[in-house]
């Protein structure tokens, strides 16, 4: 029996969906369904193409009492823009929890990955952040940083941001577009230390695999995001700063420890502590969070398949009239 499929372009959702508290909100019930331990989510399929300078990570999860769930396909190619073509690209397809039937083809291009990446971290922010942010800072010059500054303001609103990159013109332009976007007064800094020194919130976004934060640069009222450890190998922690905060938390502890900033703690035999909670956990109460305004805390997000299944639930409830629907 055939059946009615939605496909929507990047175009058509980028008029339906920003980011914004709702989808922060739809980001953070994902979060919460995770901490209750009954989500069911497979380990990422995550292959890396060497040669290519490339990657391509597949999500899914099912969240109980979803009508639907999410598979996402991520490929970030990181040469592109030599190309004149995008890094990150891909589509999400969403299928029927009840017949496992395809409802919707989403080819956002990445496009809804990055806004619930953003999302995790204002949700971060929200629950473990200091309560007063004034200066913020980003490492890491490129859409992400862009989008995870404006996640923050929204949930802290920051007055200073300090962007720090390892190519100057690009921090340069970055800081000027956030100034733009976010009416702070945002600059361009030539040493990453001075943006952790400075800050009472920090966001990583770069592809490190050796670390952009030294642990001995910790200090009271800081609380630090780390979003760009997705993949084996990657770190942008100092292994030595997970045991030496207050807390660390991840969003799912499974795929910290083979790709997160848990990884190479483990690796180097730094980890001693107990297993560390999930941002779930503390959004549900069921796991301690920021034990108070001069705490040291940190948070290792390497995106989940809840997020996927969340947000392109979302997307499918507010289309309206959006897409072109075939018969399948």
């Not at 989510?41 to 292959?47: E, N």
């Not at 695999?209 to 450890?229: D, N, Q």
Request: charged share 20%; proline share 5%.
């Amino acid at each position: 029996m055939a059946h009615d499929i939605r496909i929507v372009t990047e175009a058509e959702l980028r008029q339906v969906v920003a980011l914004d508290l709702t989808v922060v909100d739809i980001v953070a019930q994902a979060f919460a369904a995770l901490g209750q331990g009954s989500v069911v989510m497979p380990p990422i399929l995550s292959m890396e193409l060497a040669e290519a300078n490339g990657e391509v990570d597949v999500k899914t999860a099912y969240i109980p009492g979803f009508d639907s769930f999410a598979i996402k396909v991520s490929p970030g190619f990181f040469d592109n823009p030599k190309l004149g073509l995008p890094s990150l690209n891909g589509l999400m397809i969403l299928f029927s929890a009840k017949t496992g039937l395809v409802e919707a083809v989403f080819l956002d291009n990445g496009y809804l990955t990055d806004m619930r990446t953003a999302a995790a971290g204002a949700v971060a922010a929200r629950h473990l952040a200091p309560q007063r942010v004034q200066v913020a800072g980003v490492l890491g010059t490129g859409v992400q940083a862009r989008l995870q500054m404006q996640a923050a303001h929204l949930v802290r609103p920051f007055e200073r941001l300090l962007v720090w990159g390892r190519d100057a013109t690009k921090a340069e332009a970055c800081a000027a577009d956030l100034a733009a976007d976010l009416s702070v007064d945002a600059r361009a800094v030539a040493d990453a230390e001075e943006v952790v020194a400075e800050s009472q919130l920090v966001v990583t976004t770069t592809p490190a695999r050796t670390p952009v934060i030294r642990a001995e640069w910790l200090h009271p009222r800081l609380h630090i995001t780390a979003m760009g450890a997705d993949q084996a190998g990657k770190n942008e922690i100092d292994p030595k700063a997970l045991a030496a905060c207050d807390l660390y938390v991840c969003d799912s502890v499974r795929q910290c420890e083979v790709s997160g900033e848990l990884e190479a703690a483990l690796a180097h035999r730094l980890w001693s502590k107990p297993t560390p909670p999930e941002l779930g956990q503390i959004i549900n109460g069921t796991a301690e969070g920021r034990s108070g305004e001069e705490a040291v805390t940190i948070c290792d997000l390497t995106g989940t398949g809840a997020q996927d299944t969340a947000i392109a639930s979302h997307v499918r409830t507010i289309l309206g009239a959006a897409g072109t629907t075939i018969r399948a």
